[in-house]
């Protein structure tokens, strides 16, 4: 996927939140803010994205998002748990709708037998739900897995954004139809 694809897909879930009247945050750490770059490359993204956090070290996840440094300790920055950490404290920090976290090994060094390059781990939450996680393998250069990423982030956003949207017209629709008079 090239920039054009990114900017549609971002344009694409913006209009979906102004639509919806949410907003979106993200905890970025192998991506290093690039996802709030694509975001904000849409003209009027401040009406749906008002801040993001580039945590690209583990002090940075413990001051700005609250991951505990156990947690740190025990899993690794690029690690389930520390994801579900990471989007639960960008969540609550933005006072945001969703949020989306990524912490992953883009290479071409810190891979291990255990977590390869490629491994990139994405937390994602909605203010009305539980936070979950999402492992995924990419494959390529530096700036290939890194890109994947934004576009696996960005897919899942919208992807998500719009059930929630169609869960919510239908529940107006229920509420209208069980409403007196009606």
Not at 29 to 53: L, M, N
Not at 64 to 91: I, W, Y
Request: charged share 20%; hydrophobic share 40%; proline share 3%.
């Amino acid at each position: 996927m090239n920039d054009s694809e990114l900017y549609a897909l971002s344009a694409r879930l913006g209009a979906a939140l102004k639509r919806d009247n949410t907003f979106i945050t993200c905890a970025e750490s192998c991506t290093g803010g690039w996802v709030a770059k694509t975001i904000t490359d849409v003209s009027g993204s401040a009406g749906w994205f008002e801040r993001g956090f580039v945590t690209y070290g583990n002090q940075a996840k413990i001051d700005l998002l609250g991951v505990q440094p156990r947690t740190l300790e025990q899993h690794g920055e690029v690690s389930d748990p520390v994801v579900l950490e990471m989007v639960s404290g960008a969540l609550h920090a933005a006072f945001a709708d969703y949020a989306v976290a990524i912490s992953g090994i883009a290479g071409p060094d810190g891979g291990t037998i255990e977590k390869p390059v490629g491994t990139v781990w994405f937390g994602f939450a909605a203010a009305d739900g539980e936070p979950f996680s999402q492992l995924m393998h990419f494959e390529g250069t530096r700036e290939t897995v890194r890109r994947q990423a934004v576009h696996f982030a960005l897919t899942t956003l919208l992807a998500h954004s719009e059930r929630s949207s169609l869960t919510a017209a239908n529940r107006r629709l229920t509420d209208l139809l069980q409403s007196p008079g009606s």
